[in-house]
């Protein structure tokens, strides 16, 4: 038999979390180690309340410090917190030690929240919360009659549970996820919603939180619609026909709340509630920014301006999101590219790719297969006279358009009646601050989604022609009033000539031949594509030499895409002979050049397929055929084939996809050129 196992004696074991902390090495921080948090951290765990009260209201004060704050986390403050100062007997020790979170929260990275949330911080919140509407809702003492610092203790205190709600739910899916499945949180913010006495700056905080939490979830949509006991959905409507602030925000959780529940112009929800709706109070707020940048009434324009850009935000979301309002009702069915059955239509392919600037952006495609892109003109055939009239019928206060025209698309007859004309002037707006530039930065995106959104649909037949008969002053408007100035200007701002060239090739795009061009625009962006090409190149090489290893953005999204795009939909028939020639030659001309990067060559390619696909145009004799392109294109095809080959599946799937119906689309277009020449 073996023998018997002697217990040991073992020391008891020293819990993990509250070991000592050694002193930092860096002596400026080992001093203010001693000096400032040592000290407070020894009052935040004393036993006498007012002192914790007040160590817990100094941490918070400090802990925006860089310096302090990092010293903190190494002292365990959030072990310390969590665990002894949100569950105090004082309030005034809660409410610091939430705002104490709501700091770090906000200052550290989003692996921060992560760190909460598996502290199970959810439940405190929820405690916290469920706390908070008992408060609110008690009939003795009503809170109405609390002390004035008692009741703003409460409300510092549902400020801090906001920020940390909206911090949780940005860091992880599954934390947004838990936060929608508790009722006691969203019991709490719909209370909020709800009540009377809330200040401003907390009322506003609870509406971003909710915008925040209700961004494409379908389980809070619902929540807020069914909710009886504070009838959110009704308070909502109330305040986005109340006007200010509150208005813009009440917008923003309804538009997240209809396109969750899919309440679309073809399905609307509730008394037919959709963003048509919403567009005309989102308009209202951009028309208080009078055009020194300052708001109308005589208020500062600081206070103002963030809430401008959230409703250029939202705007800018409608204009994407009535892309799925065209689908449903059969808008959008461009084919593969034809213009005859016989005549040249490229590859069939369903994908579509669109331009994003700023903001999200759908709608454009890069593909070869879209043929609905515009043509340059003559300026003397769209005058800036005739377009002001055209717009006059559509925008006008009269309000000229034919009765009916767009009421199966009430949501796009009011962003072109109401919110394009603000757009248009918050695009022009002088320049004087960096809030000037974020606004009309947002401006532009607005008008780019909407632009692309539009640019898709099929405006060949006669089944759009009352979508292409409101929209068409509107968008000749866009390019004289908002792209032509900064054409003009020669601004040397390529972050503001990305947006503009984004907005002009979906403009084009739309037109379908009809761009007020004065001739001359072309030459703009094929300078314009020289700059972008010179400076991407010598910031590659800074960065090279700096070995900057950033995130690159999508390749076919860059500017010089973009400008080539603008070029081919300016170069299509009926475009002048002359503008069509420079713009071919210029295509031809980047197409032979060894370094032009792939994403120029697929787009380059694109624009030629489409420019040149139609053996009717007069461009196709003139000068396809003139200026010897077939050949030019017969030479590149060996070498796309290498280019194509050369992209990394891996690391650019979509490229080389791109690249690779290129070669197919390349080779079909010779064979195709070859059999149709010119008679």
């Given at each position: 038999?073996?023998?018997?196992?002697?217990?040991?004696?073992r020391?008891?074991?020293s819990?993990?979390?509250?070991?000592?902390?050694?002193?930092?090495?860096?002596?400026?921080?080992?001093?203010?180690?001693?000096?400032?948090?040592?000290p407070?951290?020894?009052?935040?765990?004393s036993?006498?309340?007012?002192?914790r009260?007040?160590?817990?209201?100094?941490i918070a004060?400090?802990?925006?410090?860089?310096?302090?704050?990092?010293?903190l986390?190494?002292?365990?403050?959030?072990?310390?917190?969590?665990t002894?100062?949100l569950?105090?007997?004082?309030?005034?020790g809660?409410?610091?030690g939430w705002?104490?979170?709501?700091v770090?929260?906000?200052?550290?990275?989003?692996?921060?929240?992560v760190?909460?949330y598996?502290?199970?911080?959810?439940?405190?919140?929820?405690?916290a919360?469920?706390a908070?509407?008992?408060?609110l809702?008690?009939?003795?003492?009503?809170?109405?009659?609390?002390?004035?610092?008692?009741?703003?203790?409460?409300?510092?205190?549902?400020?801090?549970l906001?920020?940390?709600l909206?911090?949780l739910?940005?860091?992880?899916?599954?934390?947004l996820?838990?936060?929608?499945?508790?009722?006691n949180?969203?019991?709490?913010?719909?209370?909020?919603?709800s009540t009377p006495?809330?200040p401003?700056?907390?009322f506003?905080?609870?509406?971003?939180?909710?915008?925040?939490l209700?961004?494409?979830?379908?389980?809070?949509?619902?929540?807020?619609t069914?909710?009886?006991?504070t009838?959110?959905?009704?308070?909502?409507?109330?305040?986005?026909?109340?006007?200010g602030?509150?208005?813009?925000?009440?917008?923003?959780v309804?538009h997240?709340v209809?396109?969750?529940?899919?309440?679309?112009?073809?399905s609307?929800?509730?008394?037919?509630?959709?963003?048509?709706?919403?567009?005309?109070?989102l308009?209202q707020?951009?028309e208080?920014?009078?055009?020194t940048?300052?708001?109308?009434?005589?208020h500062?324009?600081s206070?103002?301006?963030?809430i401008?850009?959230?409703?250029l935000e939202?705007?800018?979301?409608?204009?994407?999101?009535?892309?799925n309002?065209?689908e449903?009702?059969?808008r959008?069915?461009v084919?593969?590219?034809?213009?005859t059955?016989?005549?040249?239509?490229?590859?069939?392919?369903?994908?579509?790719?669109?331009?994003?600037?700023?903001?999200?952006?759908?709608?454009g495609s890069d593909?070869e297969?879209?043929?609905?892109?515009s043509?340059?003109e003559d300026?003397?055939?769209?005058?800036?006279?005739?377009?002001?009239?055209?717009?006059?019928?559509?925008?006008?206060?009269?309000?000229d358009?034919e009765?009916?025209?767009?009421?199966d698309?009430?949501?796009?007859?009011e962003?072109i009646?109401?919110?394009?004309p603000?757009?248009?002037?918050?695009t022009?707006?002088?320049?004087?601050?960096d809030?000037?530039?974020?606004i009309q930065?947002h401006?532009?995106s607005?008008?780019n989604?909407i632009?692309?959104?539009l640019?898709c649909?099929d405006f060949t037949?006669?089944?759009n022609?009352n979508?292409?008969a409101?929209w068409a002053?509107a968008?000749?408007?866009?390019?004289?009033?908002?792209i032509t100035p900064?054409?003009?200007?020669?601004?040397?701002?390529?972050?503001?000539?990305?947006?503009?060239t984004?907005l002009a090739w979906?403009?084009?795009?739309?037109?379908n031949?009809?761009?007020?061009?004065?001739g001359?625009?072309?030459?703009?962006?094929?300078a314009?594509y020289?700059?972008?090409?010179?400076?991407?190149?010598?910031?590659?090489?800074m960065q090279?030499?700096a070995?900057?290893?950033?995130?690159?953005e999508?390749?076919?999204?860059?500017?010089?895409?973009?400008?080539?795009g603008?070029?081919?939909s300016?170069?299509?028939?009926?475009?002048?002979i002359?503008?069509?020639?420079d713009?071919?030659?210029?295509?031809?001309?980047?197409?032979?050049?060894?370094?032009?990067?792939v994403?120029?060559?697929?787009?380059?390619?694109?624009?030629?397929f489409?420019?040149?696909?139609?053996e009717?145009a007069?461009?196709?004799k003139?000068?396809?055929?003139?200026d010897?392109?077939?050949k030019?294109?017969?030479?590149l095809l060996?070498?796309?084939k290498t280019?194509?080959?050369?992209?990394?599946k891996?690391?650019a799937?979509?490229?080389?996809t791109k690249?690779?119906?290129a070669?197919?689309?390349?080779g079909r277009?010779?064979?195709?050129?070859?059999?149709?020449?010119?008679?």
């Amino acid at each position: 038999m073996g023998k018997q196992r002697k217990n040991r004696i073992r020391p008891n074991r020293s819990d993990p979390i509250a070991k000592p902390v050694k002193s930092p090495s860096d002596p400026e921080l080992a001093a203010l180690r001693e000096s400032k948090i040592l000290p407070v951290i020894k009052d935040l765990k004393s036993p006498e309340g007012k002192s914790r009260t007040a160590a817990a209201s100094a941490i918070a004060n400090i802990v925006t410090d860089t310096k302090c704050r990092k010293l903190l986390l190494r002292e365990q403050i959030v072990h310390i917190v969590l665990t002894e100062t949100l569950t105090d007997s004082s309030i005034d020790g809660r409410a610091a030690g939430w705002e104490i979170l709501r700091v770090l929260a906000q200052e550290e990275e989003a692996d921060f929240c992560v760190h909460l949330y598996r502290l199970d911080i959810l439940t405190a919140l929820e405690h916290a919360a469920k706390a908070i509407v008992d408060t609110l809702t008690a009939y003795e003492p009503p809170f109405t009659k609390l002390l004035k610092a008692q009741q703003r203790l409460v409300w510092d205190m549902t400020s801090s549970l906001l920020s940390l709600l909206a911090a949780l739910a940005v860091a992880r899916d599954e934390i947004l996820d838990s936060i929608v499945a508790s009722q006691n949180i969203l019991r709490f913010l719909f209370r909020l919603v709800s009540t009377p006495s809330i200040p401003a700056e907390v009322f506003e905080e609870t509406l971003s939180c909710l915008i925040t939490l209700s961004e494409d979830n379908l389980p809070i949509g619902q929540a807020i619609t069914d909710d009886l006991e504070t009838r959110c959905y009704d308070e909502l409507l109330k305040l986005k026909a109340g006007g200010g602030p509150g208005a813009v925000l009440a917008c923003g959780v309804l538009h997240n709340v209809f396109s969750s529940l899919q309440w679309l112009d073809h399905s609307p929800g509730k008394q037919g509630a959709c963003d048509a709706i919403l567009v005309p109070s989102l308009s209202q707020a951009l028309e208080q920014l009078s055009p020194t940048g300052g708001k109308t009434n005589g208020h500062g324009a600081s206070s103002h301006s963030g809430i401008v850009q959230v409703a250029l935000e939202i705007l800018a979301s409608i204009g994407t999101d009535l892309q799925n309002t065209l689908e449903k009702g059969n808008r959008f069915q461009v084919g593969p590219g034809n213009k005859t059955e016989e005549g040249w239509g490229g590859i069939e392919d369903d994908e579509e790719a669109g331009d994003a600037d700023a903001m999200e952006v759908d709608g454009g495609s890069d593909d070869e297969d879209d043929k609905d892109a515009s043509g340059d003109e003559d300026s003397d055939d769209d005058n800036i006279e005739d377009i002001e009239a055209d717009m006059e019928r559509v925008t006008g206060a009269d309000d000229d358009v034919e009765e009916g025209s767009l009421d199966d698309l009430p949501t796009l007859r009011e962003l072109i009646q109401n919110a394009i004309p603000q757009l248009i002037r918050l695009t022009n707006i002088p320049i004087s601050s960096d809030d000037d530039i974020s606004i009309q930065s947002h401006a532009f995106s607005a008008l780019n989604n909407i632009a692309w959104t539009l640019s898709c649909i099929d405006f060949t037949g006669d089944e759009n022609e009352n979508i292409l008969a409101a929209w068409a002053p509107a968008a000749k408007k866009v390019w004289v009033k908002t792209i032509t100035p900064v054409l003009n200007s020669d601004n040397a701002d390529l972050t503001l000539a990305t947006l503009v060239t984004g907005l002009a090739w979906a403009v084009s795009r739309s037109l379908n031949g009809q761009t007020p061009s004065d001739g001359t625009q072309h030459r703009k962006f094929i300078a314009l594509y020289q700059a972008a090409k010179t400076h991407g190149s010598k910031q590659d090489q800074m960065q090279d030499e700096a070995k900057v290893e950033d995130e690159e953005e999508d390749p076919l999204q860059g500017l010089g895409v973009k400008c080539i795009g603008v070029l081919g939909s300016l170069a299509r028939d009926p475009a002048p002979i002359a503008t069509n020639r420079d713009v071919g030659v210029f295509l031809m001309t980047i197409l032979g050049h060894p370094e032009t990067p792939v994403a120029d060559v697929i787009e380059a390619l694109n624009q030629v397929f489409d420019v040149y696909g139609d053996e009717e145009a007069a461009c196709d004799k003139e000068v396809f055929w003139k200026d010897n392109f077939l050949k030019h294109l017969e030479d590149l095809l060996p070498r796309l084939k290498t280019i194509a080959k050369g992209v990394d599946k891996r690391k650019a799937e979509e490229l080389r996809t791109k690249a690779d119906e290129a070669v197919l689309n390349l080779g079909r277009f010779i064979q195709y050129k070859k059999k149709n020449p010119p008679k």
